[in-house]
């Protein structure tokens, strides 16, 4: 594996709630990826970031923000859950444009 | 949406035959890259194509692009029950440093 980590794995909370998903990488790449992953809908960018600090909306950002402070560390937040955010997350790591990306294992989240 | 989309959604097969899947996507690129994904798991990556190659093989898999159609397909021959996965193509637009994915094509490889 590419020295890529989410946490937590899994996590169940409720509406209203605010949560916030880590994305770890050893790999010292640039870009770094969330997306969401639900049936018929296959990944979807939420947001992204191209260097520490850098980070930018991707097709479905309501009602998430992220803060990448170091190069390491991606963190996703969703400020107030709601149902519809009960979805599978996945991170994902570039070294640059044209190069495999590398994805972590998925946190499974539920909102109840 | 920029997501692209791929057909069709759900593929099955005998092992021993070919497997073609196809993705279409809306902006102009760089390369395209298809992906793998297993059950329950994150993607694994294949085969990168870059805008000015027009075909591209690894082992069993051939992937072949067309920029004027904004399409490619990835055949898989001789299909195995392990090929089994979700397949996604992703892309690198032009300009920008999203990195797109497409809904993906379910494969079922019957031994």
């Known amino acids: 594996d590419a020295g890529i980590t989410q946490s937590p794995r899994h996590k169940v909370t409720e509406t209203g709630t605010p949560v916030t998903l880590r994305c770890h990488q050893t790999?010292?790449?640039?870009?770094m990826y969330w997306y969401r992953q639900d049936p018929g809908h296959g990944l979807r960018l939420i947001h992204y970031?191209?260097?520490?600090?850098?980070?930018d909306k991707g097709e479905v950002s309501d009602g998430y923000s992220v803060s990448r402070s170091k190069t390491e560390d991606f963190l996703l937040t969703l400020e107030s859950a709601t149902s519809s955010q009960t979805s599978v997350y996945f991170c994902a790591i570039r070294g640059g444009e044209g190069l495999p990306g590398f994805f972590g294992p998925g946190t499974r989240l539920t909102v109840l | 949406s920029q997501q692209g989309e791929e057909d069709p959604q759900a593929l099955s097969i005998q092992e021993g035959e070919n497997a073609t899947m196809n993705c279409s996507y809306k902006t102009s690129i760089n390369n395209l890259q298809w992906y793998r994904q297993n059950s329950g798991r994150g993607l694994v990556h294949l085969i990168l194509i870059r805008s000015n190659e027009r075909e591209k093989h690894s082992g069993r898999l051939r992937v072949t692009l067309d920029t004027s159609k904004k399409s490619s397909s990835l055949l898989i021959t001789a299909s195995r029950a392990a090929d089994t996965a979700s397949y996604f193509c992703a892309t690198d637009a032009t300009g920008t440093y999203k990195y797109i994915f497409g809904t993906g094509t379910r494969l079922k490889v019957l031994a």
């Open positions: 790999e010292n790449h640039r870009y």
């Open positions: 970031s191209y260097g520490v600090k850098d980070t």
